[in-house]
Protein backbone atom coordinates (compact mmCIF):
# COMPACT_ATOMS: atom_id res chain seq x y z
CA UNK A 1 0.00 0.00 0.00
CA UNK A 2 1.41 3.53 -0.80
CA UNK A 3 1.86 5.78 1.96
CA UNK A 4 -0.09 8.22 0.63
CA UNK A 5 -3.42 5.82 0.49
CA UNK A 6 -2.49 4.85 4.25
CA UNK A 7 -2.65 8.47 5.27
CA UNK A 8 -5.44 9.14 3.81
CA UNK A 9 -6.78 5.68 5.10
CA UNK A 10 -5.91 6.21 8.48
CA UNK A 11 -7.41 9.88 8.31
CA UNK A 12 -10.77 8.17 7.21
CA UNK A 13 -10.82 5.58 10.59
CA UNK A 14 -10.12 9.11 13.16
CA UNK A 15 -12.99 10.32 11.41
CA UNK A 16 -15.41 7.68 11.95
CA UNK A 17 -14.15 7.10 15.22
CA UNK A 18 -13.98 11.03 16.43
CA UNK A 19 -17.16 11.78 14.49
CA UNK A 20 -18.89 8.52 15.67
CA UNK A 21 -20.45 8.40 12.10
CA UNK A 22 -22.88 5.83 12.49
CA UNK A 23 -24.15 2.84 11.60
CA UNK A 24 -20.91 1.63 10.33
CA UNK A 25 -20.76 0.42 7.14
CA UNK A 26 -18.82 -3.41 8.52
CA UNK A 27 -18.49 -4.61 4.83
CA UNK A 28 -16.11 -1.97 4.16
CA UNK A 29 -13.82 -3.87 6.81
CA UNK A 30 -12.83 -1.03 8.91
CA UNK A 31 -11.67 -2.91 11.88
CA UNK A 32 -9.80 -5.46 9.81
CA UNK A 33 -7.44 -2.28 8.25
CA UNK A 34 -6.80 -1.02 11.72
CA UNK A 35 -5.11 -4.16 12.81
CA UNK A 36 -3.62 -4.20 9.80
CA UNK A 37 -2.00 -0.82 10.32
CA UNK A 38 -1.31 -1.64 14.01
CA UNK A 39 0.82 -4.66 12.74
CA UNK A 40 3.12 -2.86 10.48
CA UNK A 41 3.53 0.17 13.25
CA UNK A 42 1.85 -0.15 16.55
CA UNK A 43 0.85 3.62 17.41
CA UNK A 44 -0.09 4.06 21.45
CA UNK A 45 -3.03 6.60 20.84
CA UNK A 46 -4.37 4.47 18.08
CA UNK A 47 -4.40 1.51 19.72
CA UNK A 48 -6.02 3.64 23.37
CA UNK A 49 -8.69 4.87 20.56
CA UNK A 50 -9.16 1.16 19.98
CA UNK A 51 -9.73 -0.29 23.20
CA UNK A 52 -11.47 2.99 24.06
CA UNK A 53 -14.31 2.12 21.65
CA UNK A 54 -14.56 -1.20 22.24
CA UNK A 55 -15.02 -0.95 25.98
CA UNK A 56 -17.62 2.09 25.49
CA UNK A 57 -19.63 -0.19 23.72
CA UNK A 58 -20.83 -2.34 26.53
CA UNK A 59 -22.62 -0.60 29.38
CA UNK A 60 -21.78 -0.68 32.95
CA UNK A 61 -23.31 -1.76 34.89
CA UNK A 62 -25.47 -3.72 32.97
CA UNK A 63 -28.50 -2.07 31.77
CA UNK A 64 -30.53 -4.54 30.40
CA UNK A 65 -31.21 -8.58 31.97
CA UNK A 66 -32.53 -11.36 30.65
CA UNK A 67 -36.29 -12.19 31.86
CA UNK A 68 -38.29 -9.90 34.34
CA UNK A 69 -40.68 -8.66 31.84
CA UNK A 70 -43.62 -8.65 33.87
CA UNK A 71 -44.86 -4.95 35.49
CA UNK A 72 -44.91 -5.45 39.28
CA UNK A 73 -48.00 -4.49 40.94
CA UNK A 74 -46.47 -1.63 43.14
CA UNK A 75 -44.27 -0.25 40.34
CA UNK A 76 -40.94 -2.01 41.65
CA UNK A 77 -38.32 -2.78 39.13
CA UNK A 78 -39.16 -0.30 36.49
CA UNK A 79 -35.97 0.84 36.45
CA UNK A 80 -33.23 -0.91 33.90
CA UNK A 81 -30.59 -0.16 36.27
CA UNK A 82 -32.32 -2.63 38.17
CA UNK A 83 -29.23 -3.74 40.35
CA UNK A 84 -29.04 -0.80 42.10
CA UNK A 85 -32.65 1.44 41.68
CA UNK A 86 -35.03 -1.21 42.42
CA UNK A 87 -36.92 0.77 44.31
CA UNK A 88 -36.96 3.84 41.68
CA UNK A 89 -40.34 5.04 41.81
CA UNK A 90 -42.32 2.27 44.02
CA UNK A 91 -45.30 2.93 45.40
CA UNK A 92 -44.47 4.30 48.74
CA UNK A 93 -41.66 6.37 48.34
CA UNK A 94 -41.29 10.00 48.95
CA UNK A 95 -42.32 12.13 46.36
CA UNK A 96 -38.69 13.68 44.82
CA UNK A 97 -37.97 17.37 44.94
CA UNK A 98 -37.22 18.91 41.50
CA UNK A 99 -36.37 23.27 42.45
CA UNK A 100 -33.78 24.32 44.99
CA UNK A 101 -35.18 26.72 47.30
CA UNK A 102 -33.54 30.24 46.38
CA UNK A 103 -35.18 32.92 47.57
CA UNK A 104 -37.33 32.46 51.16
CA UNK A 105 -40.45 34.66 51.06
CA UNK A 106 -39.97 38.08 52.71
CA UNK A 107 -42.85 37.56 54.92
CA UNK A 108 -45.38 35.16 56.20
CA UNK A 109 -48.37 34.46 53.47
CA UNK A 110 -51.80 34.90 54.49
CA UNK A 111 -53.69 32.26 55.25
CA UNK A 112 -54.71 29.72 52.94
CA UNK A 113 -58.38 30.29 52.79
CA UNK A 114 -57.92 34.03 52.14
CA UNK A 115 -55.29 33.05 48.96
CA UNK A 116 -58.13 31.04 47.89
CA UNK A 117 -61.06 33.05 48.53
CA UNK A 118 -59.11 35.68 46.55
CA UNK A 119 -57.48 34.74 43.66
CA UNK A 120 -58.52 31.31 43.18
CA UNK A 121 -62.38 30.92 43.44
CA UNK A 122 -64.31 30.50 40.72
CA UNK A 123 -67.23 33.36 40.14
CA UNK A 124 -68.47 32.83 36.63
CA UNK A 125 -67.42 29.76 34.82
CA UNK A 126 -65.29 30.96 32.16
CA UNK A 127 -65.57 28.57 28.62
CA UNK A 128 -62.10 26.57 27.44
CA UNK A 129 -60.72 29.09 24.99
CA UNK A 130 -59.88 26.49 22.28
CA UNK A 131 -63.05 24.33 23.26
CA UNK A 132 -60.73 21.14 24.75
CA UNK A 133 -63.44 19.02 26.06
CA UNK A 134 -64.51 17.36 29.37
CA UNK A 135 -63.76 14.10 27.75
CA UNK A 136 -59.83 14.64 27.42
CA UNK A 137 -59.89 16.01 31.57
CA UNK A 138 -61.42 12.40 31.85
CA UNK A 139 -58.05 10.97 30.50
CA UNK A 140 -56.07 14.09 32.50
CA UNK A 141 -57.67 12.35 35.24
CA UNK A 142 -57.05 8.89 35.12
CA UNK A 143 -53.18 10.03 34.36
CA UNK A 144 -52.95 11.84 37.43
CA UNK A 145 -54.39 8.95 39.50
CA UNK A 146 -52.21 6.90 38.05
CA UNK A 147 -49.34 9.04 39.01
CA UNK A 148 -50.41 10.67 42.79
CA UNK A 149 -52.10 9.31 45.52
CA UNK A 150 -50.64 11.17 48.41
CA UNK A 151 -51.01 9.48 51.57
CA UNK A 152 -52.97 11.48 54.31
CA UNK A 153 -51.25 10.26 56.85
CA UNK A 154 -47.91 11.61 55.62
CA UNK A 155 -47.82 14.00 52.64
CA UNK A 156 -44.53 13.14 51.70
CA UNK A 157 -45.48 9.83 50.02
CA UNK A 158 -46.87 9.05 47.42
CA UNK A 159 -49.10 5.51 47.50
CA UNK A 160 -48.59 5.15 43.50
CA UNK A 161 -45.66 4.06 41.01
CA UNK A 162 -44.22 7.22 39.49
CA UNK A 163 -45.37 5.57 36.11
CA UNK A 164 -47.84 5.05 33.54
CA UNK A 165 -48.93 2.01 33.84
CA UNK A 166 -52.57 2.20 35.00
CA UNK A 167 -52.25 1.92 38.58
CA UNK A 168 -56.07 2.80 38.83
CA UNK A 169 -57.20 0.02 37.13
CA UNK A 170 -54.49 -2.47 38.26
CA UNK A 171 -54.12 -1.18 41.76
CA UNK A 172 -51.07 -0.18 43.48
CA UNK A 173 -49.66 -3.38 45.51
CA UNK A 174 -49.61 -6.99 45.01
CA UNK A 175 -50.41 -7.20 48.79
CA UNK A 176 -52.95 -4.53 49.41
CA UNK A 177 -56.69 -4.71 49.33
CA UNK A 178 -56.37 -3.34 46.17
CA UNK A 179 -54.83 -5.56 44.42
CA UNK A 180 -56.28 -8.74 44.70
CA UNK A 181 -60.18 -8.58 44.47
CA UNK A 182 -59.73 -7.49 40.60
CA UNK A 183 -58.64 -10.42 39.54
CA UNK A 184 -60.39 -13.64 38.71
CA UNK A 185 -57.21 -15.56 38.63
CA UNK A 186 -58.62 -17.84 35.30
CA UNK A 187 -57.48 -16.76 31.86
CA UNK A 188 -55.70 -13.60 32.87
CA UNK A 189 -58.95 -11.62 33.44
CA UNK A 190 -60.05 -9.07 35.46
CA UNK A 191 -63.52 -9.39 36.95
CA UNK A 192 -65.99 -7.83 34.44
CA UNK A 193 -66.36 -3.95 34.28
CA UNK A 194 -64.08 -3.45 37.33
CA UNK A 195 -61.14 -1.41 38.56
CA UNK A 196 -59.47 -0.93 41.65
CA UNK A 197 -59.10 2.62 42.80
CA UNK A 198 -62.17 3.50 44.62
CA UNK A 199 -61.22 7.30 44.25
CA UNK A 200 -61.96 7.35 40.43
CA UNK A 201 -66.06 6.84 42.30
CA UNK A 202 -65.56 10.13 43.29
CA UNK A 203 -64.56 12.00 40.15
CA UNK A 204 -67.38 12.33 37.34
CA UNK A 205 -68.68 9.64 35.76
CA UNK A 206 -67.11 10.07 32.60
CA UNK A 207 -64.17 9.05 34.23
CA UNK A 208 -64.99 5.71 35.63
CA UNK A 209 -66.72 4.91 31.78
CA UNK A 210 -63.16 5.63 30.56
CA UNK A 211 -61.27 3.53 32.66
CA UNK A 212 -63.91 0.85 32.62
CA UNK A 213 -62.89 0.65 28.99
CA UNK A 214 -59.56 0.06 29.96
CA UNK A 215 -61.29 -2.77 31.93
CA UNK A 216 -62.69 -4.18 29.17
CA UNK A 217 -59.48 -3.98 27.01
CA UNK A 218 -57.70 -5.84 28.98
CA UNK A 219 -60.29 -8.48 28.46
CA UNK A 220 -60.51 -8.59 25.44
CA UNK A 221 -56.79 -8.67 25.19
CA UNK A 222 -56.19 -11.69 27.54
CA UNK A 223 -58.99 -13.62 25.16
CA UNK A 224 -57.33 -12.96 22.33
CA UNK A 225 -53.48 -13.66 23.63
CA UNK A 226 -54.95 -16.95 24.72
CA UNK A 227 -56.94 -18.21 21.20
CA UNK A 228 -53.50 -17.35 19.72
CA UNK A 229 -51.10 -19.25 21.86
CA UNK A 230 -52.97 -21.81 23.76
CA UNK A 231 -49.52 -23.60 23.92
CA UNK A 232 -48.26 -21.07 25.71
CA UNK A 233 -50.85 -19.48 27.34
CA UNK A 234 -53.40 -22.58 28.54
CA UNK A 235 -53.36 -23.16 32.45
CA UNK A 236 -51.35 -20.08 32.80
CA UNK A 237 -53.51 -17.15 34.49
CA UNK A 238 -50.43 -15.31 35.62
CA UNK A 239 -48.41 -15.19 32.27
CA UNK A 240 -51.63 -13.89 30.51
CA UNK A 241 -52.66 -11.61 32.94
CA UNK A 242 -48.97 -9.83 33.09
CA UNK A 243 -48.35 -10.14 29.20
CA UNK A 244 -52.13 -8.21 28.79
CA UNK A 245 -51.33 -5.82 30.91
CA UNK A 246 -47.97 -4.46 29.66
CA UNK A 247 -50.27 -4.85 25.88
CA UNK A 248 -52.75 -2.49 27.66
CA UNK A 249 -50.21 -0.33 28.79
CA UNK A 250 -49.42 -0.15 25.43
CA UNK A 251 -51.95 1.46 24.24
CA UNK A 252 -52.54 3.64 27.21
CA UNK A 253 -49.23 4.86 26.11
CA UNK A 254 -50.52 5.14 22.79
CA UNK A 255 -53.61 7.17 23.39
CA UNK A 256 -51.20 9.44 25.53
CA UNK A 257 -48.74 10.01 22.69
CA UNK A 258 -51.25 10.40 19.46
CA UNK A 259 -54.26 11.39 20.91
CA UNK A 260 -53.82 13.46 24.33
CA UNK A 261 -50.51 15.42 23.80
CA UNK A 262 -51.14 15.95 19.69
CA UNK A 263 -54.68 17.54 20.96
CA UNK A 264 -52.64 19.51 23.96
CA UNK A 265 -50.34 20.87 21.22
CA UNK A 266 -53.09 21.52 18.26
CA UNK A 267 -51.19 19.02 15.97
CA UNK A 268 -54.98 17.69 15.03
CA UNK A 269 -55.81 20.85 13.56
CA UNK A 270 -53.25 20.60 10.81
CA UNK A 271 -52.67 18.01 8.51
CA UNK A 272 -49.48 16.73 9.98
CA UNK A 273 -49.01 13.73 10.96
CA UNK A 274 -45.90 14.26 13.40
CA UNK A 275 -45.93 13.14 17.16
CA UNK A 276 -43.80 14.00 20.24
CA UNK A 277 -42.36 10.56 20.73
CA UNK A 278 -40.53 10.07 23.94
CA UNK A 279 -39.74 6.72 23.61
CA UNK A 280 -37.23 7.28 20.90
CA UNK A 281 -33.47 5.32 20.96
CA UNK A 282 -31.05 8.51 20.25
CA UNK A 283 -27.84 7.53 20.67
CA UNK A 284 -24.43 9.40 21.52
CA UNK A 285 -23.20 11.35 17.84
CA UNK A 286 -20.34 13.46 17.06
CA UNK A 287 -22.01 16.82 19.15
CA UNK A 288 -24.76 15.19 20.39
CA UNK A 289 -24.80 13.02 23.83
CA UNK A 290 -26.74 10.03 24.24
CA UNK A 291 -30.29 10.32 25.61
CA UNK A 292 -31.13 7.38 27.85
CA UNK A 293 -34.11 5.18 28.41
CA UNK A 294 -35.42 2.92 30.82
CA UNK A 295 -33.08 4.63 33.83
CA UNK A 296 -36.05 4.55 36.15
CA UNK A 297 -38.54 7.99 37.16
CA UNK A 298 -39.75 8.86 40.66
CA UNK A 299 -42.32 12.01 40.34
CA UNK A 300 -41.93 15.35 42.23
CA UNK A 301 -43.93 17.12 44.61
CA UNK A 302 -43.47 20.03 42.57
CA UNK A 303 -45.14 17.73 39.17
CA UNK A 304 -47.95 16.76 41.50
CA UNK A 305 -48.94 20.56 41.88
CA UNK A 306 -48.27 21.21 38.28
CA UNK A 307 -51.13 18.50 37.31
CA UNK A 308 -54.02 20.07 39.61
CA UNK A 309 -56.11 20.96 36.67
CA UNK A 310 -59.01 22.09 38.99
CA UNK A 311 -60.13 25.24 37.26
CA UNK A 312 -61.10 23.03 33.67
CA UNK A 313 -63.77 20.85 35.38
CA UNK A 314 -66.82 21.81 33.32
CA UNK A 315 -69.87 23.13 34.71
CA UNK A 316 -72.04 19.95 34.38
CA UNK A 317 -69.42 18.05 36.06
CA UNK A 318 -68.82 20.83 39.20
CA UNK A 319 -72.81 20.42 39.29
CA UNK A 320 -72.23 16.60 39.85
CA UNK A 321 -69.22 17.11 42.21
CA UNK A 322 -71.32 19.65 44.64
CA UNK A 323 -74.31 16.90 44.32
CA UNK A 324 -71.19 14.22 45.51
CA UNK A 325 -69.59 16.37 47.88
CA UNK A 326 -73.09 16.66 49.56
CA UNK A 327 -74.11 13.35 49.60
CA UNK A 328 -70.84 13.00 51.99
CA UNK A 329 -71.17 15.68 53.87
CA UNK A 330 -68.63 18.22 52.44
CA UNK A 331 -69.16 22.04 52.24
CA UNK A 332 -66.44 24.50 51.00
CA UNK A 333 -66.74 25.28 54.46
CA UNK A 334 -65.54 22.27 56.09
CA UNK A 335 -62.34 21.89 57.54
CA UNK A 336 -59.58 19.83 56.29
CA UNK A 337 -60.03 17.50 59.11
CA UNK A 338 -63.27 17.36 58.55
CA UNK A 339 -62.93 16.51 54.40
CA UNK A 340 -60.79 13.89 55.58
CA UNK A 341 -63.04 12.25 57.67
CA UNK A 342 -65.98 12.43 55.68
CA UNK A 343 -63.27 10.62 52.84
CA UNK A 344 -62.68 8.18 55.30
CA UNK A 345 -65.91 7.46 56.18
CA UNK A 346 -67.40 6.91 52.99
CA UNK A 347 -64.65 4.44 51.99
CA UNK A 348 -65.09 2.36 54.76
CA UNK A 349 -68.34 1.33 53.72
CA UNK A 350 -67.48 0.74 50.22
CA UNK A 351 -67.71 -3.02 49.57
CA UNK A 352 -64.52 -4.71 49.73
CA UNK A 353 -65.29 -6.62 46.10
CA UNK A 354 -64.17 -3.68 43.76
CA UNK A 355 -66.52 -6.32 40.93
CA UNK A 356 -69.63 -4.69 43.23
CA UNK A 357 -68.64 -1.37 42.98
CA UNK A 358 -71.11 1.00 41.36
CA UNK A 359 -71.17 4.93 40.21
CA UNK A 360 -73.48 7.34 38.68
CA UNK A 361 -76.72 4.50 39.60
CA UNK A 362 -75.51 2.41 36.96
CA UNK A 363 -76.84 -1.26 37.28
CA UNK A 364 -74.84 -4.22 36.40
CA UNK A 365 -76.26 -7.25 34.63
CA UNK A 366 -75.96 -10.51 35.47
CA UNK A 367 -72.37 -11.26 34.20
CA UNK A 368 -71.46 -7.90 36.43
CA UNK A 369 -71.31 -5.39 33.50
CA UNK A 370 -72.42 -1.86 32.85
CA UNK A 371 -74.92 -1.07 30.25
CA UNK A 372 -73.27 0.40 27.14
CA UNK A 373 -75.49 3.07 26.49
CA UNK A 374 -74.66 3.98 29.76
CA UNK A 375 -71.15 4.59 29.77
CA UNK A 376 -70.99 5.67 26.31
CA UNK A 377 -73.49 8.23 26.97
CA UNK A 378 -70.95 9.94 29.30
CA UNK A 379 -68.43 10.13 27.13
CA UNK A 380 -70.23 11.70 24.56
CA UNK A 381 -71.74 13.97 26.86
CA UNK A 382 -67.74 14.76 27.92
CA UNK A 383 -67.08 15.75 24.06
CA UNK A 384 -70.68 17.95 24.64
CA UNK A 385 -68.83 19.32 27.34
CA UNK A 386 -66.89 22.76 26.98
CA UNK A 387 -64.09 22.50 29.70
CA UNK A 388 -63.01 25.26 32.11
CA UNK A 389 -60.28 28.01 31.05
CA UNK A 390 -57.27 27.57 33.11
CA UNK A 391 -56.13 31.53 34.91
CA UNK A 392 -57.02 33.14 38.06
CA UNK A 393 -59.82 33.25 39.83
CA UNK A 394 -61.39 29.61 37.79
CA UNK A 395 -61.47 26.82 40.77
CA UNK A 396 -65.31 25.92 41.79
CA UNK A 397 -65.83 26.85 45.04
CA UNK A 398 -66.13 23.21 45.80
CA UNK A 399 -62.83 22.81 45.86
CA UNK A 400 -62.26 25.11 48.39
CA UNK A 401 -61.08 22.26 51.61
CA UNK A 402 -59.43 20.97 48.94
CA UNK A 403 -57.12 23.85 47.45
CA UNK A 404 -56.93 24.97 50.98
CA UNK A 405 -55.55 21.58 52.06
CA UNK A 406 -53.14 21.72 49.14
CA UNK A 407 -51.56 25.07 49.70
CA UNK A 408 -51.10 24.05 53.40
CA UNK A 409 -49.45 20.78 53.11
CA UNK A 410 -47.12 22.76 50.64
CA UNK A 411 -46.35 24.91 53.08
CA UNK A 412 -45.78 21.90 55.45
CA UNK A 413 -43.50 20.49 53.15
CA UNK A 414 -41.61 23.74 52.00
CA UNK A 415 -42.52 24.19 48.52
CA UNK A 416 -40.50 26.19 46.52
CA UNK A 417 -41.93 29.69 45.33
CA UNK A 418 -43.14 30.43 41.65
CA UNK A 419 -39.76 32.17 40.88
CA UNK A 420 -37.81 29.56 41.73
CA UNK A 421 -39.71 26.44 40.11
CA UNK A 422 -39.09 29.14 36.82
CA UNK A 423 -35.33 29.75 37.72
CA UNK A 424 -35.38 25.56 37.72
CA UNK A 425 -36.69 25.18 34.25
CA UNK A 426 -34.25 27.56 33.19
CA UNK A 427 -37.50 30.33 32.65
CA UNK A 428 -36.69 34.06 33.20
CA UNK A 429 -37.98 34.55 36.53
CA UNK A 430 -41.25 37.05 36.32
CA UNK A 431 -39.68 40.89 37.27
CA UNK A 432 -42.97 41.97 38.42
CA UNK A 433 -47.01 41.20 38.79
CA UNK A 434 -47.64 43.22 35.87
CA UNK A 435 -45.13 40.45 34.06
CA UNK A 436 -46.68 37.56 35.66
CA UNK A 437 -50.11 38.29 34.26
CA UNK A 438 -49.21 39.26 30.87
CA UNK A 439 -50.02 42.33 28.67
CA UNK A 440 -52.62 43.41 29.29
CA UNK A 441 -52.90 42.99 32.85
CA UNK A 442 -55.93 42.20 34.73
CA UNK A 443 -55.06 44.90 36.95
CA UNK A 444 -58.06 43.79 39.64
CA UNK A 445 -55.74 40.17 39.92
CA UNK A 446 -52.47 42.10 39.61
CA UNK A 447 -53.80 43.74 42.52
CA UNK A 448 -55.27 41.39 45.15
CA UNK A 449 -51.65 39.38 44.12
CA UNK A 450 -49.83 42.42 45.22
CA UNK A 451 -51.81 42.72 48.76
CA UNK A 452 -51.08 38.66 49.16
CA UNK A 453 -47.54 38.83 48.96
CA UNK A 454 -46.69 41.89 50.10
CA UNK A 455 -45.61 43.36 46.68
CA UNK A 456 -42.90 41.21 46.68
CA UNK A 457 -42.75 38.98 43.28
CA UNK A 458 -40.71 36.73 44.54
CA UNK A 459 -42.94 35.60 47.67
CA UNK A 460 -45.33 34.19 45.29
CA UNK A 461 -45.66 30.57 46.30
CA UNK A 462 -45.95 27.99 43.61
CA UNK A 463 -49.29 26.78 43.55
CA UNK A 464 -51.48 29.75 43.64
CA UNK A 465 -48.77 31.56 41.05
CA UNK A 466 -49.27 28.69 39.21
CA UNK A 467 -53.01 28.60 39.03
CA UNK A 468 -53.08 32.46 38.61
CA UNK A 469 -50.23 33.15 36.30
CA UNK A 470 -50.66 34.00 32.60
CA UNK A 471 -52.37 31.80 30.22
CA UNK A 472 -51.06 30.56 27.06
CA UNK A 473 -53.11 31.56 23.40
CA UNK A 474 -55.90 29.00 23.07
CA UNK A 475 -57.11 28.03 19.23
CA UNK A 476 -52.94 28.06 18.95
CA UNK A 477 -50.97 25.32 17.23
CA UNK A 478 -48.20 24.83 19.50
CA UNK A 479 -50.73 25.74 22.74
CA UNK A 480 -54.12 24.97 22.02
CA UNK A 481 -54.59 23.43 25.88
CA UNK A 482 -54.30 27.06 26.85
CA UNK A 483 -52.04 26.33 30.06
CA UNK A 484 -50.97 28.81 32.37
CA UNK A 485 -47.13 29.55 30.79
CA UNK A 486 -44.98 28.08 34.13
CA UNK A 487 -47.51 24.68 33.65
CA UNK A 488 -47.03 24.40 30.16
CA UNK A 489 -43.56 24.10 29.93
CA UNK A 490 -43.31 21.52 33.31
CA UNK A 491 -45.85 19.32 32.31
CA UNK A 492 -43.83 18.47 29.11
CA UNK A 493 -40.65 17.81 30.75
CA UNK A 494 -42.63 15.81 33.71
CA UNK A 495 -44.66 13.51 30.53
CA UNK A 496 -40.81 13.06 28.40
CA UNK A 497 -39.31 12.03 31.65
CA UNK A 498 -42.36 9.88 32.37
CA UNK A 499 -42.45 7.67 29.70
CA UNK A 500 -38.70 7.37 28.48
CA UNK A 501 -37.65 6.38 32.01
CA UNK A 502 -40.14 3.61 31.93
CA UNK A 503 -37.89 0.54 31.02
CA UNK A 504 -41.67 -1.53 30.04
CA UNK A 505 -42.11 1.84 27.35
CA UNK A 506 -39.17 1.44 25.98
CA UNK A 507 -36.24 -1.12 26.20
CA UNK A 508 -38.13 -3.67 26.83
CA UNK A 509 -40.95 -2.83 24.89
CA UNK A 510 -40.64 -5.13 22.29
CA UNK A 511 -43.07 -7.87 20.28
CA UNK A 512 -41.36 -10.45 22.00
CA UNK A 513 -42.46 -9.46 25.71
CA UNK A 514 -45.34 -8.71 24.17
CA UNK A 515 -46.58 -11.81 22.82
CA UNK A 516 -45.77 -11.39 19.09
CA UNK A 517 -49.62 -9.03 20.10
CA UNK A 518 -51.09 -7.51 16.48
CA UNK A 519 -51.42 -3.90 16.90
CA UNK A 520 -53.89 -3.79 14.11
CA UNK A 521 -56.04 -5.87 15.29
CA UNK A 522 -58.38 -3.05 17.06
CA UNK A 523 -58.04 -1.21 13.82
CA UNK A 524 -60.60 0.14 11.50
CA UNK A 525 -59.40 1.06 8.15
CA UNK A 526 -62.34 3.81 7.43
CA UNK A 527 -61.44 5.55 11.09
CA UNK A 528 -57.71 4.66 10.72
CA UNK A 529 -56.73 7.13 7.39
CA UNK A 530 -59.17 9.87 9.49
CA UNK A 531 -57.80 9.75 13.28
CA UNK A 532 -54.45 11.44 12.31
CA UNK A 533 -52.66 8.22 14.30
CA UNK A 534 -54.86 8.65 16.80
CA UNK A 535 -56.38 5.85 18.56
CA UNK A 536 -58.61 5.82 21.47
CA UNK A 537 -61.58 5.77 19.17
CA UNK A 538 -60.80 1.74 18.76
CA UNK A 539 -61.31 1.46 22.18
CA UNK A 540 -65.03 3.05 21.67
CA UNK A 541 -65.62 1.02 18.45
CA UNK A 542 -64.48 -2.53 20.24
CA UNK A 543 -65.81 -2.14 23.77
CA UNK A 544 -69.18 0.05 23.33
CA UNK A 545 -70.33 -1.94 19.88
CA UNK A 546 -72.55 -0.49 17.58
CA UNK A 547 -72.94 3.12 19.51
CA UNK A 548 -70.36 5.44 17.67
CA UNK A 549 -69.81 6.04 13.97
CA UNK A 550 -66.17 5.03 12.59
CA UNK A 551 -66.41 8.33 10.65
CA UNK A 552 -67.21 10.47 13.22
CA UNK A 553 -66.09 13.58 14.64
CA UNK A 554 -67.54 12.16 18.25
CA UNK A 555 -65.29 9.26 17.94
CA UNK A 556 -62.30 10.37 16.18
CA UNK A 557 -61.63 13.57 17.99
CA UNK A 558 -64.08 13.50 21.30
CA UNK A 559 -60.96 15.66 23.28
CA UNK A 560 -62.46 18.60 20.91
CA UNK A 561 -65.88 19.86 21.99
CA UNK A 562 -68.73 19.15 19.87
CA UNK A 563 -69.66 22.98 19.47
CA UNK A 564 -65.91 23.80 18.61
CA UNK A 565 -64.84 20.87 15.76
CA UNK A 566 -65.96 22.34 12.79
CA UNK A 567 -64.08 25.21 13.74
CA UNK A 568 -61.12 23.19 14.96
CA UNK A 569 -60.86 20.90 11.68
CA UNK A 570 -61.24 24.17 9.36
CA UNK A 571 -58.16 23.87 7.11
CA UNK A 572 -58.41 19.58 6.99
CA UNK A 573 -59.44 19.44 3.29
CA UNK A 574 -57.58 15.45 4.23
CA UNK A 575 -60.42 14.43 6.06
CA UNK A 576 -62.90 13.36 3.11
CA UNK A 577 -65.60 11.51 4.43
CA UNK A 578 -65.46 12.30 7.57
CA UNK A 579 -69.21 13.50 9.88
CA UNK A 580 -70.31 15.14 12.85
CA UNK A 581 -72.96 12.35 13.68
CA UNK A 582 -73.70 12.50 17.18
CA UNK A 583 -73.76 8.68 18.67
CA UNK A 584 -76.89 7.94 20.68
CA UNK A 585 -78.68 10.27 18.99
C1 LIG B 1 -64.73 16.98 39.23
C2 LIG B 1 -63.49 16.58 39.06
C3 LIG B 1 -62.48 16.43 40.17
C4 LIG B 1 -62.68 16.13 41.50
C5 LIG B 1 -63.99 15.83 42.20
C6 LIG B 1 -61.35 16.15 42.12
C7 LIG B 1 -61.14 15.92 43.46
C8 LIG B 1 -59.92 15.98 44.09
C9 LIG B 1 -59.70 15.75 45.49
C10 LIG B 1 -60.81 15.41 46.50
C11 LIG B 1 -58.37 15.91 45.73
C12 LIG B 1 -57.67 15.81 47.08
C13 LIG B 1 -57.19 14.45 47.29
C14 LIG B 1 -56.47 14.32 48.60
O1 LIG B 1 -55.38 14.88 48.71
O2 LIG B 1 -57.00 13.65 49.46
C15 LIG B 1 -57.73 16.17 44.47
C16 LIG B 1 -56.37 16.30 44.29
C17 LIG B 1 -55.77 16.32 43.05
N1 LIG B 1 -56.40 16.53 41.83
FE1 LIG B 1 -58.39 16.57 41.53
N2 LIG B 1 -60.40 16.42 41.18
C18 LIG B 1 -61.05 16.60 39.98
C19 LIG B 1 -60.44 16.86 38.78
C20 LIG B 1 -59.09 16.87 38.56
C21 LIG B 1 -58.46 17.03 37.27
C22 LIG B 1 -59.20 17.26 35.95
C23 LIG B 1 -57.11 16.92 37.48
C24 LIG B 1 -55.98 17.00 36.48
C25 LIG B 1 -55.99 16.49 35.33
C26 LIG B 1 -56.90 16.72 38.90
C27 LIG B 1 -55.66 16.57 39.50
C28 LIG B 1 -55.45 16.45 40.87
C29 LIG B 1 -54.15 16.19 41.47
C30 LIG B 1 -52.82 16.03 40.74
C31 LIG B 1 -54.35 16.12 42.84
C32 LIG B 1 -53.32 15.79 43.91
C33 LIG B 1 -53.45 14.29 44.17
C34 LIG B 1 -52.61 13.72 45.25
O3 LIG B 1 -51.71 14.39 45.75
O4 LIG B 1 -52.85 12.56 45.61
N3 LIG B 1 -58.11 16.70 39.52
N4 LIG B 1 -58.71 16.24 43.49
CA1 LIG C 1 -48.60 4.53 38.26
Known amino acids: MGKLKEIKEIAELLILFLFQKSPIDDSKLFLEKIIKIMSKEPHPLFERVLVTQLWNE ?48 SEIPPTAETIFDSIMERNTFKAHPSGISATLFYLATIITHDLFNTDPRDPTINRNSSYLDLTPLYGNSKISAMQQPIRTFQDGLL ?80 KSEWFLDPTKPYNKSWLLQEVPTGIGNQVSLEFNYIYRWHPAIAEKDVEWSEKEFKRLGITPESTVNEFKEKVKDWSTILNKDPSKWT ?70 PYDSFEDMMGHPSDLTVVNKLKSLYGNAIENVELYPGLMSEKTKPGDNIGSMLALPFTVSRAILSDAVNLVRNDRFFTDDFN ?41 STWTLYSFISSSKIKDHLKNRDDLEGINYNKPLD
Not at 97 to 103: C, D, L
Open 511 to 551: QHNLAYWDWNILEDQASKKLASGGIIHQLFLKHLPGIYDNK
Open 359 to 428: FNNMIRDEEGKFPNNKLAEELVNGTEKVAGAFGANNIPKIFRVIEVYGIQSARTLGLCSLNDFRRFLKLK
Open 58 to 105: IAKPPAMFAGYSYRDFDGSDYSRFRLFSSTFGMAGSQYARSARIQNLP
Open 191 to 270: KPDTFADSRILLQPPGVGAMLILFSRNHNYIAGELLKKNPDRFSNSDEDLFQTARLINCGYYLKIVIHNYIRTILGLDAT
